[in-house]
């Protein structure tokens, strides 16, 4: 072998290597499943009145990494109708479904947001600001197929955008020092 063979080999070899460690990096590596006992597994919404509760779900099964606040991802079934749940909860209009890994494949971003825009399936507030700048969000489809994920918000944007803080906003957290 020439050694521009052996160099062209050594390339598409590391090329290679280093795909697929970024492929799993991004797509595995980092992600827990969630159980419907953890505190985590637990889906809440909020009610009009502004005070979170959980709500009763069923074939609980969720995915969450420590890495982002938007890795977040659950499906599970709700008993109660939609329109209990209307009456109960606040919506959430601005709610846009986040992708999630392609293995994790009760979870289709497409199609729920195919469903929320046809009207049906309904988006409530989970929870706002659960952790700063983020909103928990819980779609429930008229058959009680459920969808839940966290997304930015505009409290969330503001801030890492640098922009002023819309009155809404709670204070964000003082930043973490390292010494």
Same mark, same amino acid.
């Given at each position: 072998m020439r050694s521009g063979q052996v160099m062209a080999i050594a390339i598409v070899a590391a090329t290679a290597l280093f795909g697929a460690g970024l492929w799993y990096t991004q797509t595995r590596a980092y992600y827990v499943e969630v159980e419907a006992g953890d505190p985590a597994g637990e889906v809440? &919404?909020?009610?009009?009145? @502004?005070?979170?509760? /959980?709500?009763? &779900? !069923?074939? $609980?099964? @969720? +995915?969450?990494?420590? *890495?982002? /606040? +938007?890795? =977040?991802?659950?499906? $599970?079934? &709700?008993?109660?109708?939609?329109?209990?749940?209307?009456? *109960? =909860?606040?919506? =959430?209009? !601005?709610?846009? /479904?986040? *992708?999630?890994? @392609?293995?994790?494949?009760?979870f289709d971003a497409d199609a729920i947001g195919a469903a929320l825009d046809d009207g049906s399936a309904f988006a409530f507030l989970g929870q706002s600001n659960e952790t700063f700048g983020f909103d928990r969000v819980v779609v429930v489809a008229q058959d009680g197929r459920g969808w839940s994920w966290t997304q930015i918000n505009s409290c969330g944007e503001a801030a890492f955008e640098g922009d002023p803080m819309p009155l809404h906003c709670p204070p964000p957290p003082a930043p973490e020092r390292t010494e």
């Open positions: 809440l &919404v909020t009610r009009h009145d @502004g005070t979170a509760e /959980p709500l009763l &779900v !069923e074939a $609980f099964s @969720g +995915i969450d990494a420590d *890495t982002s /606040p +938007i890795r =977040y991802r659950a499906c $599970f079934t &709700v008993p109660m109708s939609l329109a209990a749940l209307t009456e *109960t =909860y606040r919506a =959430y209009p !601005e709610a846009e /479904p986040l *992708t999630a890994p @392609g293995w994790f494949d009760c």
